[in-house]
């Protein structure tokens, strides 16, 4: 995300509370980024939605603020739901399935499991099973640990009313989510025997890997060749995955934990990320729309 620039930072250029103002704005964007980037799935909106929270943020006056952090927060939530509903008819025409935009994140992610699951492909994808406002709910309580109140107001909804849909919302996630928080080092395991067996060809290996009813799902978004519908069952994966070039595929840190970025000619085609229950991948995400790939390219700081 760009610094905020001169012409958006004019309203506060006359120093005193003007610079605590954009300090305090500085000093939380990275956290700004991940509540909208969680809200959304999608890292140019969410990077949009910052922007947003800094237009508002620079009228503020801050003599009416108690907790900064807060207040920055309820604003990113508000924007990123408007935001959030016009996505969501534009998913509703989308050319086959919908992946969250991929994120290469420092290794630091990692180090915190809840963040990391949190951002993880397969929990961005539980998410998106939730209304807007169950999503900004169970993000900002789970997630941020904002309390009710703080949450009610980012949400227009009384803290009563907020207790309910959290329930709801951690009830509805519970059903979907891994049944344990597997560690990075669990997924790099699966996917480095995954990997071995599609770069030797060894399909005994690649059945032992892939749980019976794993689901391999393929963002081209109209633009690219994939899948329109998910690929369900080991032998209908492993058929697809037989077809890969496997010459450039590479591994990386994604959305906090490892995965794969495959690179003919030195460009990014696909990112595979995976969700792994049991030791067995029961999900592959391969997103090869050339849109969401932008930000595999550098590195994107994640923060709580």
Request: glycine fraction near 6%.
């Amino acid at each position: 995300m760009s610094e905020p620039t001169t012409g958006t930072a004019e309203p506060l250029a006359r120093g005193g509370r003007a610079d605590e103002a954009t300090e305090a704005f500085v000093r939380h964007r990275n956290l700004l980024f991940t509540v909208a980037y969680e809200l959304l799935g999608s890292a140019a909106d969410a990077e949009d939605v910052v922007q947003e929270t800094w237009l508002r943020w620079a009228g503020v006056d801050l003599d009416t603020v108690r907790d900064q952090r807060a207040y920055l927060v309820r604003i990113t939530t508000r924007q990123a739901l408007t935001r959030l509903r016009t996505l969501g008819r534009r998913k509703e025409s989308y050319v086959g399935p919908w992946l969250p935009e991929p994120l290469l994140t420092a290794p630091d992610v990692a180090e915190d499991v809840a963040l990391a699951d949190s951002v993880s492909m397969a929990m961005l994808l539980v998410l998106e099973t939730l209304t807007p406002t169950e999503r900004a709910v169970f993000v900002l309580r789970e997630v941020f640990d904002l309390g009710y109140d703080e949450i009610a107001e980012a949400v227009d909804k009384n803290p009563a009313a907020v207790r309910q849909i959290a329930h709801r919302a951690r009830a509805h996630v519970a059903a979907r989510r891994p049944r344990d928080v597997v560690s990075p080092a669990e997924t790099r395991a699966a996917l480095e025997a995954f990997q071995r067996a599609v770069e030797t060809g060894d399909l005994q290996r690649l059945l032992d890997i892939l749980a019976p009813d794993v689901v391999l799902l393929t963002d081209g978004g109209g633009v690219v060749q994939a899948a329109l519908e998910p690929v369900l069952g080991a032998d209908r994966v492993a058929h697809v995955l037989g077809r890969i070039s496997t010459a450039s595929l590479l591994p990386a840190q994604v959305n906090g934990y490892p995965a794969l970025i495959l690179r003919p000619g030195g460009r990014i085609d696909t990112v595979m990320a995976v969700r792994v229950d049991d030791g067995r991948i029961t999900g592959l995400y391969a997103v090869r729309n050339p849109e969401k790939l932008a930000r595999v390219e550098r590195e994107i700081t994640l923060r709580r």
